[in-house]
């Protein structure tokens, strides 16, 4: 993984980079190759809170590699304070920005404070893995991710399951013997959620942290 800087809008923005190259399959939630397909690369890109774009597919297009195709996920988080934390050979990083935290069931018609302009906070999750897996362990995967994430959430005393834009990808082998199953209490969905519950947890306690002054 490596982390750069660029200058958008007068501001400097930082970007991490994965190039796995071939032989991988990912699973995610981002506008740029999401979905379930081979992929070479994951870029997590840190945009200007006030991000007003209206092309952001082609814009982390651009700022990806130019071989391959790639997952483009963005975030207002200072990705360079990212948090990586493993278990067992799963892998997790996260970029947690917590200035607007949702819940995820909301009364119909319910606006979050200050989400008007929108000013993107994002808890944003890459989870790597050494084994191959099933179409539908990838995505059993994907909700092992998300309750560990809402697991740190409310234990840190966010009131929230997440932001309204948060995005997670999930990357393991294209070949190889297939594991079936990602739930919580499955082998590697075990791994993973106690990866992604501490990645997320570290990251929420430092953004307070880092907002109490």
Not at 58 to 74: E, K, N, S, T, Y
Request: net charge neutral.
């Amino acid at each position: 993984m490596k982390l750069s800087y660029r200058t958008e809008e007068g501001a400097r923005l930082g970007s991490l980079l994965w190039e796995f190259g071939p032989g991988w399959r990912m699973i995610s939630s981002a506008m740029l190759g999401g979905g379930i397909g081979a992929r070479e690369w994951v870029l997590n890109a840190q945009v200007v809170a006030g991000y007003a774009r209206m092309d952001p597919a082609d814009h982390l297009a651009a700022l990806g590699p130019a071989r391959g195709a790639g997952v483009g996920m963005m975030t207002a988080a200072s990705v360079d304070r990212y948090v990586r934390a493993a278990d067992g050979g799963a892998e997790a990083y996260a970029t947690v920005g917590l200035r607007v935290p949702t819940w995820a069931a909301a009364p119909e018609g319910h606006t979050d404070p200050e989400l008007a302009p929108i000013r993107v906070g994002t808890i944003n999750i890459v989870v790597v893995l050494p084994v191959a897996m099933t179409d539908a362990a990838l995505v059993n995967t994907v909700m092992t991710v998300t309750e560990a994430k809402s697991q740190a959430m409310i234990e840190t005393g966010f009131p929230g399951t997440g932001t309204a834009s948060d995005a997670v990808c999930v990357a393991v082998p294209a070949t190889g013997p297939q594991e079936v199953f990602g739930g919580p209490r499955s082998e590697w969905g075990a791994r993973v959620a106690r990866a992604v519950h501490t990645a997320v947890r570290r990251g929420a306690e430092a953004w307070r942290l880092g907002h109490s002054k």
